[in-house]
């Protein structure tokens, strides 16, 4: 079984603070995802990554970077949380193109 | 037009009943299909894959129709347990798109 494991379930942060959530995958998956997601809004792309050292911009990227400096590891970081950035975050990974995402079991983050 | 459409429901069905959710998509390219499970506050689980030819597993039938640009999920015999959110995912390389998702709730 696939597992994606991200670091936090809950995390509570400051307005201006700089936040580093952390994505891991067991399964040798090339593709990795970050994805928040808000009631009313669904699930939306933030960022992806198709290699090591890749990454592509989602449709919310804005107020976001992503770094993999490894396969196994996607890593989303806030430069500066703001409060319109609490959300549920929710990482995947994928092995091809076109399989199925499997998701962490994500991350709520609240900026105060 | 939302690149994914379904029915936000919430749909209320009785115990051992037939339910059926249709997704509309509207990305003629798209080349591949899942349904997913959301329970309250957690993250997203693989329900099934939606090919071409439709698939069955156990209780659950998913079936695509790429002239009309849907695919939709029944469930025969609803269990307390199918309570859930189903969000359909429509794929062109990794490009996911979500639906926004069906609201489930089988009552006794």
């Known amino acids: 079984d696939v597992k994606v494991t991200q670091s936090s379930r809950y995390l509570v942060k400051r307005t201006g603070e700089k936040v580093f959530l952390e994505c891991v995958q067991d399964?040798?998956?090339?593709?990795m995802f970050w994805y928040r997601q808000d009631p009313g809004l669904g699930l939306r792309l933030i960022y992806f990554s198709y290699d090591v050292k890749m990454k592509e911009k989602g449709d919310i990227p804005e107020g976001y970077s992503v770094s993999r400096e490894k396969k196994e590891r996607f890593s989303l970081i806030l430069e500066s949380a703001s409060t319109n950035q609490t959300s549920m975050y929710l990482c995947?990974?994928?092995?091809?193109?076109?399989?199925?995402?499997?998701f962490g079991n994500g991350t709520r983050l609240t900026v105060t | 037009r939302k690149e994914v459409e379904q029915d936000p429901g919430p749909f209320n069905v009785p115990e051992g009943a037939t339910v059926a959710f249709n997704c509309t998509y509207s990305?003629?390219?798209?080349?591949?299909f899942f349904w997913y499970r959301q329970d309250c506050r957690k993250e997203p689980k693989l329900l099934m894959s939606v090919y071409s030819s439709g698939n069955e597993d156990g209780r659950f039938t998913a079936q695509l129709n790429r002239a009309s640009q849907y695919i939709s999920l029944l469930i025969r015999d609803s269990k307390l347990s199918d309570s859930a959110t189903y969000l359909c995912v429509v794929n062109k390389v990794n490009d996911m798109r979500f639906g926004a998702g069906t609201r489930l709730t089988v009552k006794p």
């Open positions: 399964m040798d998956h090339e593709n």
């Open positions: 990305n003629s390219a798209s080349q591949s």
């Open positions: 995947a990974s994928s092995l091809e193109s076109d399989s199925p995402l499997h």
